[in-house]
């Protein structure tokens, strides 16, 4: 009997918390991502760096250029959860590649946990730079009618991120299922370099979105002339 990919098995029972597949998935993958951080940093050398290192420090460096361009602010403060959003998304995504994986972003609730993180640093940034009030007050800008609408943007900001990534991780599950049905272990190669080239596009998208989100709370309130 074959298991349906797209049915999240309970593994375990944890009084009202289920762990199902995807949760197993999402802490196997951390770990994977905790042990390779460490690897790297042990390797890390100032005079002679590695083939590894210097690809580290381009992607890095790239990921710098694309926060500036984007977010119009020094990067440093918002580079650790950016850069582990796409490191995670990217590993996650592509994790279906691997036989007999279904990816954790496949599930709706990993994609909305991801999508809630991003607004907990929105509120955070946002209250942080501007303070409470001042960051309330920014919801009923530029006037007071507003505020209602400005306060559903921001929640349905949630869905849409959750949705757009579930739908598109799970629609690339379902074609691999459909063309594996058909094709069995003969599955084109090109077809793999499409999903892996999707994965790569939503880690970019959501990602991109997260920035543009975490920017607009964290920017300096405009000074009334």
Do not use: K
Request: proline share 7%.
């Amino acid at each position: 009997m074959t298991t349906n990919p797209f049915l999240h098995e309970v593994l375990l029972q944890l009084g009202p918390l289920a762990i199902t597949t995807p949760v197993v998935t999402t802490w196997a993958l951390m770990l994977v991502l905790v042990l390779g951080a460490a690897w790297l940093r042990n390797r890390l050398s100032v005079r002679a760096p590695g083939r590894v290192q210097s690809m580290a420090e381009a992607a890095f460096e790239l990921v710098q250029t694309e926060m500036r361009s984007t977010m119009n602010t020094d990067p440093a403060p918002f580079l650790p959860l950016i850069a582990t959003l796409f490191v995670f998304i990217l590993t996650a995504n592509l994790s279906g590649l691997i036989p007999g994986v279904v990816p954790p972003t496949a599930a709706l609730e990993t994609d909305l946990a991801l999508a809630l993180s991003v607004f907990a640093a929105v509120l955070g940034w946002g209250i942080g730079r501007r303070g409470l009030w001042g960051y309330l007050r920014s919801y009923a800008q530029p006037s007071l009618l507003l505020l209602p609408l400005n306060l559903i943007e921001a929640l349905t900001r949630i869905v849409s991120m959750s949705v757009r990534l579930f739908g598109n991780m799970m629609s690339g599950v379902v074609i691999s299922a459909v063309v594996l049905g058909l094709a069995g272990l003969l599955v084109p190669v090109p077809f793999m370099a499409l999903e892996l080239l999707s994965g790569l596009i939503q880690a970019y998208i959501f990602t991109v979105l997260a920035m543009v989100f975490i920017a607009a709370a964290a920017s300096e309130p405009s000074q009334p002339e």
